[in-house]
């Protein structure tokens, strides 16, 4: 099975300066359009690339360069950019590329995954955007604890989510849902590695909205953050009617987190007030490698931060 990271670098490395030329003496450079690549956005440019990459690759010269031109959008299918070459240095000049999301759903209703695993995401692995009446079951979704924004399943603007037996491991949450999202029913999940099950980040410049989240029966296994609440300082909206039933966790760091003064690059100053209303946090079990970003539940409990600026 072809590996999932290499359709990625297929599609992606064309766009992307892997390393500066500045500096270089002596190389060839081969263009893209010179090989037939359209550059449209809606031609197949695959067979293009391979015959440039091709010639780079049989390139004498010490360095070789694969020259993208900016401000084009090249369409690719998956192929294979195989070696070894002559050049003893290939780069690979052009814009900047955007990891994309493995499967994303907009506006699906009645939408129903079963039984799918996914590996190794660039990104996310499954989006689901403004659907309705979405059921998730037997997935399996594995990616390294060190790759980053790799979230297991996202769901925003969403309503009637059920997601039920599913094994997730991951560099980021395993599932986290979005502002305009409710009535999500999540039973059964194993997460870990991972960053937990989040609701949010929510209210970063806007206002939003997430209500009737159940969370049952789930277990966390070595994961950064358990059940976790995110809202940006100065956003507006509710988070509410939200459950946590029946949770097992096992050597997670924190275990339970609502933080209203979210802030993931720095620390924040401000006074922060966590009002819970209504919330419910039940049968709760386990341990956690340490207590230090966990936070009380109940009503208007009123928590103080460390001196700094979101």
């Not at 955007?129 to 790759?147: E, F, G, M, W």
């Not at 386990?286 to 208007?300: A, V």
Request: aromatic residues 8%; charged residues 20%.
């Amino acid at each position: 099975m072809e590996d999932p990271w290499s359709i990625f670098l297929i599609s992606c490395m064309v766009l992307c300066g892997l390393e500066t030329t500045s500096g270089l003496t002596s190389f060839n450079s081969f263009n893209m359009v010179n090989y037939g690549a359209a550059g449209d956005g809606k031609t197949d440019d695959s067979q293009a690339f391979l015959k440039a990459w091709k010639s780079v690759c049989d390139s004498q010269s010490e360095f070789s360069i694969l020259m993208i031109p900016k401000g084009r959008t090249f369409l690719l299918n998956p192929a294979t950019f195989s070696g070894p070459c002559r050049s003893s240095r290939i780069y690979v000049q052009g814009a900047k590329c955007s990891r994309p999301s493995a499967l994303t759903f907009n506006r699906c209703d009645d939408l129903v995954l079963n039984g799918l695993t996914h590996i190794n995401s660039p990104r996310n692995h499954i989006s689901i955007n403004n659907c309705k009446d979405v059921i998730i079951s037997n997935l399996h979704i594995r990616a390294p604890q060190t790759s980053p924004n790799t979230d297991g399943i996202d769901i925003a603007g969403s309503s009637y989510v059920r997601i039920r037996n599913c094994i997730i491991g991951t560099g980021d949450d395993c599932i986290a849902i979005g502002g305009g999202s409710s009535n999500v029913n999540i039973n059964g999940v194993t997460c870990g590695p991972g960053h937990g099950i989040s609701i949010g980040s929510l209210g970063r410049g806007g206002y939003d909205t997430v209500e009737e989240i159940q969370v049952r029966n789930c277990t966390f296994e070595g994961t950064m953050n358990g059940v976790r609440i995110k809202t940006w300082q100065g956003g507006a909206g509710y988070a509410r009617k939200i459950s946590f039933q029946n949770i097992r966790f096992v050597a997670v760091d924190n275990p339970i987190i609502i933080d209203q003064f979210y802030c993931p690059n720095q620390r924040s100053s401000a006074r922060r007030i966590t009002t819970l209303r209504p919330f419910s946090e039940e049968n709760s079990m386990g341990g956690s490698n340490t207590n230090k970003k966990r936070r009380k539940l109940g009503k208007n409990v009123e928590d103080k931060d460390d001196a700094g600026a979101c």
